[in-house]
Nanobody, 113 residues
């Protein structure tokens, strides 16, 4: 069972940037990987995904502001978040939508206004 550990969250002001990292304990080179977030009182939503070949999709709400990337050698997935808005406040998780490993603890991003 692959374990996932998210890191990099914190408190930032609106307009600021954060870089999140997801470290997998096993190989994810053949997996589609995605970043998800869950805000208080809301459903978990997909914000970005990247295929093994590098094809990327973003939710409309983050398009143009967030960048997803992966390093298959290190088994990591990153999410660079720019121009952050208060509505980006959430706990951020990574996972593969193909089979879903156990969810990690997530990393909290809080954007103040």
């Amino acid at each position: 069972q692959v374990q996932l550990v998210e890191s990099g969250g914190g408190l930032v002001q609106a307009g600021g940037s954060l870089s999140l990292s997801c470290a997998a304990s096993g190989s994810i080179g053949t997996k589609i990987m995605g970043w998800y977030r869950q805000a208080p009182g809301k459903q978990r939503e997909l914000v970005a995904r990247i295929t093994p070949g590098g094809t990327i999709n973003y939710a409309d709400s983050v398009k143009g502001r967030f960048i997803i990337s992966r390093d298959n050698t290190k088994n990591t997935v990153s999410l660079q978040m720019n121009s952050l808005k208060p509505e980006d406040t959430a706990v951020y998780y990574c996972n593969t939508p193909t089979t879903f490993y156990a969810w990690g603890q997530g990393t909290l991003v809080t954007v103040s206004s």
